[in-house]
């Protein structure tokens, strides 16, 4: 870990050659199914100094909201394909100029904004998100497919025929799932959206392909795409709009314990970071981290801390279990949280005044290069009123 003892703390820290990786693999997928585009979610990896790089393996970023097309377009340099589950009025316009493809979550938006899309001075491809009420995500809070669910346009919902002007349907229903669970989810979009498929110029499959993890049948996956692209003849493109595989295991954020605190037996290594303002997602999934250098305890574990956040919230701690050390802990030690470059910088927050961590990344030629600091008085300031 002595490439961290130099960099700033807190700082998440991408590793150039690591992401380059995960991008090989992902454009060999968009090669050999042929036919697809691979195309970055924002809302999962939006580390926007590595979008050149990002653009010269895979077809272009998907947005949520407007910042994040204009964030594609300014850094990309290329039109989003671009899904909110509400437009606004006084965004529309802009939303439009920033992409090449957009999706209605509702017929009652897609009302809305036709006549806008028909008088835009360029060609905006429109879709319809759907729900194929299918779904493996075990943890509600990310599983779109859920009962009541907000999110796409049930069958029943839909008219036997596309709507004029509308050329594609928009699936999510995956959460760091394998090619088997899509492959589940494409028999239901096709049973339930078979007629309407055929009518399609292209279909969009959402994100949470965990295509770059270890174990994930990328043959498999292939074999999928092009099945259904013979089943289908008339798509021109299939999309698939990953965000996390993009990230996956491409970085790191580092910490420092500020102070050691004990009770009834328990030693809590107070940290520099928030759990709640930088790792959110270990309270909302729930789930345990990875941390260099330590391991779950056993009975024969001797030293064994529970590690803690700065912020005010009582939950600031990992609550997925202890982690277990070599060594005791002091004050001064660098904690290091494994792949923490998706969905972590992206949902940060400025809760009790917690500044943020720095950013920076390590160069193919090992090299410590900071990227910013953003953790500035004037950047909390600015966020309130």
Same mark, same amino acid.
């Given at each position: 870990?002595?490439?961290?003892?130099?960099?700033?703390?807190?700082?998440?820290?991408?590793?150039?050659?690591?992401?380059?990786?995960?991008?090989?693999?992902?454009?060999?997928?968009?090669?050999?199914?042929?036919?697809?585009?691979?195309?970055?979610?924002?809302?999962?990896?939006?580390?926007?100094?590595?979008?050149?790089?990002?653009?010269?393996?895979?077809?272009?970023?998907?947005?949520?909201?407007?910042?994040?097309?204009?964030?594609?377009?300014?850094?990309?340099?290329?039109?989003?394909?671009?899904?909110?589950?509400?437009?606004?009025?006084?965004?529309?316009?802009?939303?439009?100029?920033?992409?090449?493809?957009?999706?209605?979550?509702?017929?009652?938006?897609?009302?809305?904004?036709?006549?806008?899309?028909?008088?835009?001075?360029?060609?905006?491809?429109?879709?319809?998100?759907?729900?194929?009420?299918?779904?493996?995500?075990?943890?509600?809070?990310?599983?779109?497919?859920?009962? *009541?669910?907000?999110?796409?346009? #049930?069958?029943?919902?839909?008219?036997? %025929? $596309? =709507?004029?002007?509308? !050329?594609?349907?928009?699936?999510?229903?995956?959460?760091?799932?394998?090619?088997?669970?899509?492959?589940?989810?494409?028999?239901?979009?096709?049973?339930?959206?078979?007629?309407?498929?055929?009518?399609?110029?292209?279909?969009?499959?959402?994100?949470?392909?965990?295509?770059?993890?270890?174990?994930?049948?990328?043959?498999?996956?292939?074999?999928?795409?092009?099945?259904?692209?013979?089943?289908?003849?008339?798509?021109?493109?299939?999309?698939?709009?990953?965000?996390?595989?993009?990230?996956?295991?491409?970085?790191?954020?580092?910490?420092?314990?500020?102070?050691?605190?004990?009770?009834? *037996?328990?030693?809590?290594?107070? #940290?520099?970071?928030?759990?709640?303002? %930088? $790792? =959110?997602?270990?309270? !909302?999934?729930?789930?345990?981290?990875?941390?260099?250098?330590?391991?779950?305890?056993?009975?024969?574990?001797?030293?064994?801390?529970?590690?803690?956040?700065?912020?005010?919230?009582?939950?600031?701690?990992?609550?997925?279990?202890?982690?277990?050390?070599?060594?005791?802990?002091?004050?001064?030690?660098?904690?290091?949280?494994?792949?923490?470059?998706?969905?972590?910088?992206?949902?940060?927050?400025?809760?009790?005044?917690?500044?943020?961590?720095?950013?920076?990344?390590?160069?193919?030629?090992?090299?410590?290069?900071?990227?910013?600091?953003?953790?500035?008085?004037?950047?909390?300031?600015?966020?309130?009123?």
């Amino acid at each position: 870990m002595n490439i961290f003892e130099n960099t700033p703390s807190p700082c998440y820290i991408m590793f150039e050659e690591a992401l380059e990786a995960n991008l090989s693999i992902l454009k060999l997928v968009e090669d050999e199914a042929a036919g697809v585009s691979i195309i970055c979610a924002l809302k999962g990896f939006a580390f926007w100094h590595s979008f050149p790089l990002i653009k010269r393996y895979l077809s272009g970023g998907a947005a949520g909201s407007l910042h994040e097309a204009r964030l594609i377009a300014e850094e990309m340099r290329c039109e989003a394909h671009t899904y909110a589950p509400v437009y606004l009025e006084e965004e529309f316009d802009a939303m439009l100029l920033y992409s090449s493809h957009l999706t209605f979550n509702s017929l009652s938006q897609y009302v809305r904004f036709k006549e806008r899309v028909e008088a835009a001075p360029k060609k905006v491809s429109l879709g319809l998100r759907i729900n194929p009420e299918y779904s493996e995500i075990e943890t509600e809070l990310y599983n779109p497919a859920q009962p *009541g669910s907000r999110l796409g346009i #049930l069958s029943e919902a839909m008219p036997p %025929h $596309l =709507p004029p002007g509308i !050329e594609g349907l928009h699936f999510h229903s995956l959460c760091e799932n394998d090619s088997y669970a899509l492959e589940n989810c494409l028999q239901h979009f096709e049973a339930r959206f078979g007629h309407l498929i055929k009518e399609c110029k292209w279909v969009n499959m959402g994100g949470g392909h965990h295509i770059t993890r270890n174990d994930y049948n990328i043959e498999h996956l292939i074999s999928l795409l092009r099945a259904f692209k013979t089943r289908y003849p008339n798509l021109e493109e299939i999309i698939l709009e990953p965000g996390e595989a993009v990230g996956w295991q491409t970085g790191v954020l580092v910490s420092t314990v500020e102070d050691i605190i004990e009770n009834r *037996g328990l030693k809590i290594a107070m #940290l520099n970071i928030s759990f709640s303002c %930088h $790792l =959110p997602d270990c309270l !909302e999934m729930p789930y345990k981290p990875a941390v260099l250098g330590a391991t779950s305890p056993t009975p024969e574990s001797k030293y064994v801390y529970r590690l803690g956040g700065c912020s005010c919230l009582a939950g600031d701690f990992v609550g997925m279990g202890d982690f277990a050390f070599s060594e005791p802990l002091e004050i001064g030690d660098r904690i290091i949280f494994d792949d923490m470059i998706h969905y972590t910088m992206v949902k940060t927050t400025f809760f009790n005044g917690v500044k943020h961590p720095a950013i920076g990344l390590i160069t193919r030629e090992q090299e410590f290069l900071l990227l910013s600091q953003p953790g500035s008085y004037e950047d909390y300031k600015a966020k309130l009123s």
